[in-house]
C-alpha cells in the first residue's frame, strides 16, 4: 500500500536509532517477534508497524518458518496507537493511512501461512486488545489485562472491533468496546479472546507446551488448515471488506473535536470536557 501520508515519529526510534523497534529471535522452526518500545508501552506507532509489516512479510515467504510468536518488552504488551503520533498529525488522510496501515498488518498475521501465537504480559488496550485478537492464538500471563478503551477518549475503536466481534460474543465484545473496560485474563479466557492462561513463572512452559503441540503436526496439515479457516470465515464475514469500512469509520471519527478533547485530556492527565461535537 502507498503510506505516502504517513509520518513517522516514533519517539523509541529517535532516542536510540540502533535499537530496534522489533526484536527478532530465529530458534529453529520458531520465531519470536519482541515488541521493543517499552518507554511508550510499545505503542503501534507509524514506525512499529512498519517494522512489524517488514518482519511478517519476511517470515511469510519462509517455509522453514512454522510458528512466530509475537511478545513485548516492558511492563505492557501493547497500549493500543500512540495517540500523541495522533494528534501530532490531525489530517484525516493521516489518520486513514495509519489505521489502513494497521489493518494490513493485522490482515497480514490472518494470511500468512505460519501459526502466529500472542504471548500476553502486562495490558493489551485498543489496536494493542486487537492485536492479540487477529492472532491465531493467544496465551496470557494472570496479570494481563485487556481493554478496547477509545471509548475512553471519545473515539469508538472501530478497527479492533473487527478482530475481537470475531473471538467474542456479541454482546461481550460490544460490552468491552462499548464501556472500554478492563477484563483480566480469566475473564478473557472465559470469553474466548486467549487460549490458555498461566502464572508469569510457567508462561513461558505453557508457551512451550503449545508450540510443541504445533511443531508436531505436518507442516501441509498445518498450511492447509491455517488458510482453510480462515477462508471459510471470510466467506461469511468479508474480514478484509469490514476493516476497509472501519477504517474509514475510524477516520472519521477522528476529526470529531470530542476525540481531540479527549486524547489531549489523556495526554495532560485531566477530566475531558465533553462537547457533542
Avoid at 34 to 45: E, G
Avoid at 49 to 65: F, K, V
Wanted: hydrophobic share 45%.
Amino acid at each position: 500500500m502507498n503510506n505516502h501520508n504517513l509520518k513517522p515519529s516514533d519517539p523509541c526510534s529517535s532516542m536510540n536509532p540502533s535499537e530496534p523497534l522489533v526484536i527478532r529471535e530465529n530458534l529453529g522452526s520458531v520465531v519470536t517477534l519482541t515488541l521493543n518500545c517499552p518507554k511508550q508501552f510499545n505503542a503501534l506507532s507509524v514506525d512499529m508497524l512498519s517494522a512489524m509489516q517488514t518482519e511478517l512479510d519476511s517470515i511469510a515467504q519462509d517455509s522453514s518458518i512454522r510458528v512466530v510468536v509475537i511478545a513485548a518488552n516492558g511492563k505492557a504488551f501493547c497500549a493500543g496507537h500512540n495517540l500523541k503520533e495522533m494528534r501530532a498529525n490531525p489530517e484525516k488522510a493521516f489518520q486513514r493511512a495509519l489505521f489502513e496501515q494497521c489493518s494490513q498488518m493485522m490482515l497480514t498475521i490472518n494470511r500468512m501461512p505460519q501459526v502466529v501465537i500472542a504471548k500476553v504480559e502486562g495490558i493489551a488496550t485498543a489496536a494493542g486488545c486487537q492485536l492479540v485478537a487477529a492472532c491465531d492464538l493467544a496465551v496470557a500471563s494472570d496479570n494481563a489485562k485487556f481493554a478496547t478503551s477509545g471509548i475512553s477518549v471519545g473515539l469508538f475503536c472501530s478497527t479492533p472491533a473487527v478482530a475481537v466481534s470475531r473471538n467474542l460474543s456479541r454482546k461481550q465484545a460490544f460490552e468491552m468496546l462499548i464501556t472500554g473496560e478492563f477484563i483480566d485474563a480469566h475473564t478473557a479466557l472465559h470469553q474466548g479472546l486467549i487460549n490458555r492462561v498461566a502464572s508469569a513463572e510457567q508462561l513461558d512452559t505453557t508457551l512451550q507446551s503449545l508450540i510443541d503441540s504445533i511443531t508436531a503436526k505436518s507442516s501441509v496439515a498445518l498450511t492447509t488448515g491455517k488458510t482453510m479457516f480462515y477462508n471459510q470465515l471470510d466467506m461469511a464475514l468479508a474480514l478484509a471488506d469490514a476493516y476497509e469500512y472501519a477504517s474509514e469509520v475510524m477516520s472519521c471519527n477522528m476529526m470529531a473535536d470530542d476525540v481531540s478533547e479527549g486524547i489531549d485530556a489523556f495526554i495532560e492527565k485531566r477530566p475531558a470536557v465533553w462537547t457533542g461535537h
